[in-house]
T-cell receptor
């Protein structure tokens, strides 16, 4: 069955430091991968997505992610974190149903930024 | 920019009452999804519509839940005889589907339900 694992429940980084959030997926077919960010009490905002092609994808707010098929991973990175990046981050895989596509999400990683 | 909107944003109800949530998708998006998110978890798929047709339902969607999308525009999600276990954030997403599996879903702000 399809699943997404985000091994880190919480991560704390200093402002200005680099960030990497881990995501591993289990899916038998070609994965379509997404990262979303959620601020407290809010909906999800799309950061970036991977469908095909270049395995390093750029997103909004200076985020990037790299798809590694051999490791079944899609880790999110940012070279320099800002205090406004504090939020919860969700990795998701697009799963093809009979008549459409649903997203299967990981449990999320809460990012705290210390000044 | 009119994104996905949801109403109400918050709802407190007593156990056994019925509640209805509304979602307005991005204009011209033909697919609309409902997800449920409980505390500390990622969203879980409930159901989805292509235009006005409800094409998929999760086993999470008990018979107390019903969703509609009349005329293929806005959608409503109704929960009858609410239970405390229904307390969650209900998220709506929409997408413009043309062909193939590549599809991007855009989410609304969610409706947070608390059942007392």
């Amino acid at each position: 069955a399809q699943s997404v694992t985000q091994p880190d429940i919480h991560i704390t980084v200093s402002e200005g430091a680099s960030l990497e959030l881990r995501c591993n997926y289990s899916y038998g077919a070609t994965p379509y991968l997404f990262w979303y960010v959620q601020s407290p009490g809010q909906g999800l905002q799309l950061l970036l997505k991977y469908f095909s092609g270049d395995t390093l994808v750029q997103g909004i707010k200076g985020f990037e992610a790299e798809f590694k098929r051999s490791q079944s991973s899609f880790n999110l990175r940012k070279p320099s974190v800002h205090w406004s990046d504090a939020a919860e981050y969700f990795c998701a895989v697009g799963f093809n149903m009979e008549y459409g596509n649903k997203l299967v999400f990981g449990a999320g990683t809460i990012l705290r930024v210390k000044s | 920019d009119t994104g996905v909107s949801q109403d109400p944003r918050h709802k407190i109800t007593k156990r056994g009452q019925n509640v209805t949530f509304r979602c307005d998708p991005i204009s011209e998006h033909n697919r609309l999804y409902w997800y449920r998110q409980t505390l500390g978890q990622g969203p879980e798929f409930l159901t989805y519509f292509q235009n006005e047709a409800q094409l998929e339902k999760s086993r999470l969607l008990s018979d107390r839940f019903s969703a509609e999308r009349p005329k293929g525009s806005f959608s409503t999600l109704e929960i009858q005889r609410t239970e405390q276990g229904d307390s969650a954030m209900y998220l709506c997403a929409s997408s413009l589907f043309r062909a193939g599996p590549q599809e991007t879903q855009y989410f609304g702000p969610g409706t947070r339900l608390l059942v007392l």
